[in-house]
């Protein structure tokens, strides 16, 4: 009896959002774990109706109820549908969507409909190390919570259980895109130039960003970064409603707390991190959680995978898994904060990125060898030689070769990190593949 209360008390929470699907034509487009989570949603609801979905790749669905379109040509078919659940890093960008067609997606749809208070957060770099802090801040104050979104839980997974709790929500581009709705406290952490094939620019990224924060009321808050001024990208920000908090990576030279606070955990080394602790703790002031909760959360902090993860030390050599590190700012930004590399590994899939800075940066950045892969990686060693540095400058064709070499090049009491500053996808299917192969051969290196 308790659980079909239960059903009856969650249906009415969402009946806004199950009756947007009602007498409507819905396309489930890509079928990764955000597309297997709308069907469910939509299975649970509406048991025997139609639904269709569209994969590049060949899926396989037991359900006599589902369609099923792939290969190359699975764009083709959107505008048959009243509704596509589009899933994150789809570019619609050559496709023409008809006026009958709303494009929309997980995301959208939760911040739109699902009645519980949203902290979201975005940026190109420093979002999932932020919207960590602020989940361990809330449940270090015994605030309840759920952290989703990006970080790896799909939104619509989380309905069943987020009834009074606080969704902390780390927010992509790509689930940003098509948002017609913006939580109650949105934090940008930082805007680079990042999946510029994506959106066909750097304007459009950025407006993909801005959704975070596009439909805001004044009674939200909107939290973003001091150093690097929105107005200074964007122009006009009179479309900005909602209550201002800007927050700088300086914030500790005038803040007695925030300077207790820095260099505090190991897992936190450098300035954009300590600007996430920042970003982390404005947002959770709104709450009115307490220094010592925030001081317990970072304390308990552990680091996060793939980002400055210090994962062996061998041969003397302190290893480092930054593979998410994808754009040049992330990389020279991490190299500094570690203070002691000895060797840096880079490269990866060339976007159109510009590398010229990244470059000039190396040449003084206190590096003793650079390790550079294909594709970005070639283009950024044949660079390096016109500048005068120290810097030992190798070209390696595999990752397999990059580790070798960084064991018989860097000195004991230095570190060895990998920071690709670029995409993984010319060689792996996501950077989480590609730290985790690193992982593998340091660990398993016998030479």
Not at 8 to 16: E, F, I, L, P, S
Not at 316 to 339: K, Q, S
Not at 346 to 365: C, I, K, M, N, P
């Amino acid at each position: 009896m308790l659980f079909f209360r239960m059903q009856r008390k969650c249906t009415a929470m969402y009946q806004a959002l199950i009756d947007f699907f009602k007498n409507k034509r819905t396309l489930i487009l890509g079928f990764g774990r955000e597309g297997k989570a709308t069907l469910a949603f939509l299975r649970k609801y509406y048991p025997d109706t139609h639904f269709t979905v569209a994969d590049k790749n060949q899926v396989e669905i037991d359900d006599d109820n589902v369609d099923l379109i792939w290969g190359e040509h699975y764009l083709d078919c959107l505008n048959d549908f009243d509704i596509v659940m589009q899933s994150p890093g789809i570019s619609l960008r050559d496709v023409t969507i008809g006026k009958n067609t709303v494009v929309t997606g997980e995301m959208d749809l939760f911040l739109r409909f699902v009645p519980c208070r949203k902290i979201g957060i975005t940026g190109t770099k420093g979002k999932t190390t932020t919207t960590t802090l602020i989940y361990k801040m809330l449940c270090a104050a015994d605030i309840p919570c759920m952290i989703m979104g990006n970080i790896g839980t799909p939104v619509f997974e989380s309905l069943a259980e987020i009834e009074g709790k606080t969704a902390v929500i780390e927010m992509s581009c790509h689930q940003l895109e098509f948002a017609h709705a913006s939580p109650d406290i949105a934090v940008l952490t930082n805007v680079y130039p990042e999946h510029l094939d994506h959106y066909n620019g750097f304007v459009g990224y950025v407006n993909a960003k801005l959704n975070i924060v596009r439909y805001q009321n004044e009674n939200n808050l909107f939290i973003s970064n001091a150093d690097q001024p929105l107005g200074d990208i964007i122009g006009d920000e009179s479309f900005i409603r909602a209550r201002r908090k800007k927050v700088s990576k300086n914030e500790y030279k005038n803040d007695e707390f925030f300077a207790s606070l820095v260099g505090h955990n190991e897992h936190l080394p450098g300035e954009q991190q300590w600007q996430d602790i920042f970003f982390a703790a404005a947002a959770v002031r709104e709450y009115g959680v307490s220094d010592d909760a925030i001081r317990k959360a970072i304390d308990s902090f552990g680091g996060i995978e793939h980002r400055l993860d210090k994962f062996i030390v061998k041969n003397g050599i302190a290893f480092y898994d930054d593979a998410i590190a994808t754009i040049p700012t992330a990389a020279i930004g991490n190299v500094r904060a570690l203070g002691n590399v000895g060797t840096l590994i880079v490269g990866g899939l060339d976007r159109g990125l510009d590398y010229t800075q990244f470059v000039r940066d190396l040449a003084e950045s206190g590096i003793d060898n650079l390790l550079c892969m294909p594709e970005t990686g070639y283009a950024i060693a044949d660079e390096k030689t016109q500048y005068r540095s120290p810097v030992h400058v190798e070209k390696c064709e595999t990752l397999e070769l990059a580790v070798e070499r960084s064991f018989k090049l860097t000195k004991p009491g230095k570190s060895c990190l990998l920071s690709p500053a670029a995409a993984s996808y010319n060689r792996y299917k996501n950077f989480e593949e590609k730290g985790n192969a690193f992982k593998r051969l340091v660990t398993e290196y016998d030479g």
